[in-house]
């Protein structure tokens, strides 16, 4: 079935340092929603990219699709302490049209102040 | 800003109990959805729900899972018999449509204990 890829799993970071997630597919991918999940919440949606190559930012955080359409990232300037959580990459969709989310496995972010 | 809401927050069951987790999707969205998370893992997509009918199903939403919107506002998930491994959070969705960049609004999740 659909599959996305995320990795890493884990990353500690000192408050102060960049921060990236990368979400990988072997089919390509429709489109990719990025999520985040703070300790104990629930996901909130951040951003969707869907055209190729393309880049979103929001303040400190930058989005990537790949240019095949297989990859994307967030990347995090200057990680803050408000940044800890878990990051999502979701493709909507796929090979329905239902509107389901299939999530990639998550990337926790801790940040030590 | 509206919200999607869910209730209640924590269930605890004994294993072989019916469940119903609860869920009051944003007024104007009609598009729901039913996802879970087993404790540290990823969330995983259960069942999407479109005027009143199932649109798409995951395998993990086999014959002892319904859903139903019985009046209107509430969106209901009912477990029939509940085993050890429906042990996780349940998260309801909703979004105004299904098409490709609507983001989906999350309720706060039912944590789900079976005893």
């Known amino acids: 079935g659909q599959q996305v890829m995320q990795i890493p799993q884990y990353q500690h970071v000192q408050e102060g340092e960049d921060f990236t997630t990368y979400c990988n597919s072997s089919?390509?991918?429709?489109?990719i929603q990025w999520y985040k999940q703070r300790p104990g919440g629930h996901p909130v949606f951040l951003i969707q990219?869907?055209?190729?190559?393309e880049v979103k930012k929001q303040k400190r955080l930058t989005f990537q699709f790949g240019e095949a359409k297989k990859n994307s990232s967030l990347h995090i300037t200057a990680t803050q302490t408000t940044d800890v959580g878990t990051y999502f990459c979701a493709e909507a969709n796929g090979s329905s049209n239902t509107g389901k989310l299939i999530f990639g496995q998550g990337t926790t972010l801790q940040v030590k102040p | 800003e509206p919200e999607v809401t869910q209730t209640p927050s924590h269930q605890v069951t004994q294993m072989g109990q019916e469940v119903i987790l609860r869920c009051v999707p944003i007024s104007n969205h009609l598009y729901f959805y039913w996802y879970r998370q087993i404790l540290g893992q990823k969330v995983e997509f259960l069942v999407s729900?479109?005027?009143?009918?199932?649109?798409?199903k995951s395998e993990i939403f086999d014959d002892q899972f319904s859903v139903e919107r019985p009046d209107g506002s509430n969106f209901t998930l009912k477990i029939r018999s509940t085993k050890l491994e429906d042990s996780a959070m349940y998260f309801c969705?909703?979004?105004?449509?299904?098409?490709?960049?609507?983001?989906?609004?999350f309720g706060d999740g039912t944590r789900l204990s079976i005893l």
């Open positions: 969705a909703s979004s105004v449509n299904r098409v490709n960049g609507q983001p989906q609004h």
């Open positions: 990219l869907v055209k190729s190559g």
């Open positions: 089919t390509t991918l429709s489109n």
């Open positions: 729900f479109y005027n009143n009918e199932i649109s798409e």
